[in-house]
């Protein structure tokens, strides 16, 4: 009996039928993918500035974060004290389905006005750009997320990314 049973094993093994106890699956790693972002500001429809972000990101459902700024004191009752984040904030979820990538974006862009906007009064003005999209990428070719004007000027703003996949 147990060189029946010892033969159906071999037999299994040969033929690529391992027992289960024998046969390991080994994890597939996670594919990285690393987003250039670019915001570029137009002027009459002319780069005048562009702006640099970048951040490694592993497919999933999670957003991943990349923030910069200054937060900013701003009195909400008489001594009383709350701050502002001001600054570049970018999240990203990237969805890797078989082979098509789909890239979400949020970007929320603010700062205070120019001096010569502000008013009287103590409190500051906030300029706020925010530009929210989803899309498929062509890993290694850039792709506009959104674009926003300026309401206040002639600028536009455009969010592009890159989708490179790490080696």
Known sequence: MRKSILSAVVIAMLLGGAPAAMAQETPKPAA????????????????????QYSMNVVPGVVFQDLKIGTRVPVEVKQGEMQYIDLGTNISARLLDAGGAVQLEVRADLSNLANPDH?????????????????????VGKPVVIGAVDDPNSKREYQLEVITTKVK
């Open 32 to 51: 990285a993918y690393r987003l250039d972002f670019s915001l570029h500001e137009l002027e009459d429809g002319k780069k005048i500035n562009t702006r």
């Open 118 to 138: 502000q008013t009287p009064a103590a409190m500051p003005l906030i300029r706020q750009l925010r530009i929210n999209g989803s899309t498929v990428v062509t």
